[in-house]
């Protein structure tokens, strides 16, 4: 897990919320809520900028 961290996978997923295809924003959404199962993973993902809102937008685009 902290090898994927260090590695940028946060910023990644994140990125990934942004994209124009539902199944990678839903992917994303997924593997985000599984780094954030353990304690770095949960540090990473808080610590990532304008993440929620990001979040909020893939979920509300997800869901129309």
Not at 11 to 38: C, G, H, M, P, W
Not at 45 to 64: F, I, W
């Amino acid at each position: 897990q902290s090898t994927a961290i260090a590695a940028g996978a946060v910023l990644a997923l994140t990125t990934l919320l942004s994209n124009d295809r539902d199944d990678l924003a839903q992917d994303s959404i997924v593997l985000l809520a599984r780094k954030a199962e353990q304690t770095s993973g949960a540090m990473a993902v808080l610590s990532q900028p304008g993440l929620t809102a990001h979040l909020a937008e893939a979920l509300a685009a997800s869901s129309s």
